[in-house]
Structure formats: C-alpha cells, structure tokens
C-alpha cells in the first residue's frame, strides 16, 4: 500500500503523462467557443465539439479530483502529524484507501500511449466460415460490443448492417465514440473463433464458426489526407431493402484507394454526400491501420496488400464441452463465457494492453 505521499506523486505523473494541463487548456477554447452566439449555426460542426469536450472531461475531471484529494489529504496529514487521535488515523487510512481504488481504476488511462487511442473507433464485424452459425456468432459479437460499450458510457452509431437470410449478420459497421474507445477496442482486432452445439444443426453437432473484427482509428477530415489521384470513386444505385427513394437514386458510394487496391463502399444512407463522407472515413481508417502493420511514414508509403486480419486469431470463445474464452496472444482467460459474452471484455483488453506495454519495455 502506497503512503499519501507516494500516491501523490503517482498521480502528479500521471497528470504530466497524460497532458492534463493541456486537456484543461483545450477545454477552456471549447467553453468559449460554445459561448458564442453563432455556435449552432453549424450543428454538425457543434455536435462533434460538444463530444469533444464530453470526452475531455471524462479524462480532466476524475484525475483532477484525485490529485485535488490527495493535496488535501497530505495537507492534513502533516497539519495532525503524530498528534492524530486512533479516530483520525483511521478516517485518514480510509480516505487514503479511497483514493488509492480511485487511481487503480484511473490508471488504465496510462495505458493508453497509441497515437490514436484517446479517439473514436470504427468497428466493423463480418461473418466468415460456418454459414449460418458463423453469422449467429458475428450478432453475438455486435451485441458484446454493444453491451461493453453501454457499460462503460461509449455512444454507439449503426453505419451499416446487413442480416442473415437465416439469422445473425453477414457485416455490421459500427461507430463507437467516448474516452480512448479506440485504445480500449483496439485489442479485439482480429478473427474470433466460437465452439459450440450448433443450435442450427438438426443434429446439433459441435461446430467451430470464425468472424472477423476490425477495429479502425478514426481520421478526423479523412478526404482531404488522400491524394485525389490516388481514389478513385463510383456512384451507384443502392440495392436491397431500403425505404422510398434508397433503391431509386444513385446514392451508393464505393472508393477504391487504388496504390493499396483497398474498397469501401457504403449505401445505409439516402444521402450521396452522407455515404461518401462515411466512405471516406472508413477508408482513411483502414489505410491508418494498415499504415500501422506495416510500419509506414505515412499513408503515401503504404504497399499494395490487404491486411492480415483474417490470419490472425485473437480469441477463442468455447461454449461446449466446457466454457473458456481465451487469448491466444496475451494467454488470458476466463470462464464466464456469458458474462464475456453480454460485455465484459475489460480484462481482456487491460491484458493486451499491459502486454504491448511489456513488449515495447523490451524493445527500449
């Protein structure tokens, strides 16, 4: 157990490595900024910025509190001295105890050191091998995410979704946004396997079914980091199920960033110009993160290739004969598979996370 003092100056770093002064600074232009009478004129433009500053106080306030706390409780401490009566000695462990769960908590945020992992997250699942099973597992996955991150106060945004003929999804896009959702989701990157009596076998056999989980950083003003030259864009009708006027205009988008010969095409809203700016972050989200596999400069140096997500098995979810959820990276598991199922996947990404970390000590 840490002394007063010693947390003190944990939470003094933690301050310094996390920027804290700067976050207050950032939060003080956006307050004048919302302060202006012209601020919702571009209520696009406010909403992002009103996230904004709901993301920064979720980081400010908790580790400023903390560090206010233990000011005073240092304060106090030296004011008794060895003069404090059993009373005060014990309501002074106690509120040292506090504190000290409060950083436990906190203190993940160190973990935190991507250069993208305080922003948002493009999460996109897809089905693979096993049919119908396979598509059952991607609605589970979809519905872990979306449990995790109600859990942990995420706001989730449906970009695309499209259903099984049977059950389950075939793909579904998500946005998901709040404090470092990139940093935490990041882990879950990679191809999910999933054993279990297969409730559509008539003679429910075990079955072993695989989706894929790509986890992206979002890029703020996505279009104008691509060279124009380099994407090459087709305008299209939508197809499917889609209301009045979704199967009627030639609303669908696909982008093709043609030195990497990566596609994304998007046709979930009515809006050309929506499907094309959504196009385009994805776009510039994959090429980030295959920026990152194969260690570029920037996306100017990217090489022709698709990323390997689908050769890379992150997690194993066994439901029969017994139950485990196990990564096959970090070796950490659990046998709640049902908890880990409906969201708890925290433990996992805290694991890979103090797993990066161990690497990159190694590295240094």
Known sequence: M??????LASVTSALETLKVEDKKNRLSEIEQEMSKSDFWSDQESAEITVAELSALKKVVEPWTELHAKLINLDELSLLLGTDASDEEKLELQADLDSATMTYNDLKKHLLFSGDHDSGNAILRI??????????????????????FSEQNDLKTTQIERVAGEEAGVKTSVLEISGPYAYGQLKSDHGTHRLVRLSPFNADNLRQTSFALVEVLPIIEQAESLLDP??????IYRSGGKGGQSVNTTDSAVR?????????????????????????????????????QE??????????????????????????????????TRTKYEETDADAVLDGAISNFQTAYLEHLAAQENLET
């Open 229 to 234: 030259k380099d994407v090459r864009i087709d």
């Open 126 to 147: 897809t089905s693979g091998v096993g049919g119908t099973e396979a598509m059952d597992f991607a609605a589970m996955l979809e519905r872990m995410y979306l449990r």
């Open 2 to 7: 840490k002394t007063t003092k010693e947390l």
């Open 255 to 291: 982008l093709t960033h043609i030195p990497t010969n990566t596609v994304v095409a998007i046709q979930n809203e009515r809006s050309q110009l929506k499907n094309k700016e959504l196009a385009f972050k994805i776009l510039a989200a994959r090429l980030e993160k295959l920026r």
């Open 294 to 327: 194969q260690h570029a400069e920037d996306l100017n140096s990217l090489r022709a290739g698709e990323s390997a997500a689908w050769g890379q098995q992150i997690r194993n979810y066994v439901l029969h004969p017994y139950t485990l959820v196990k990564d």
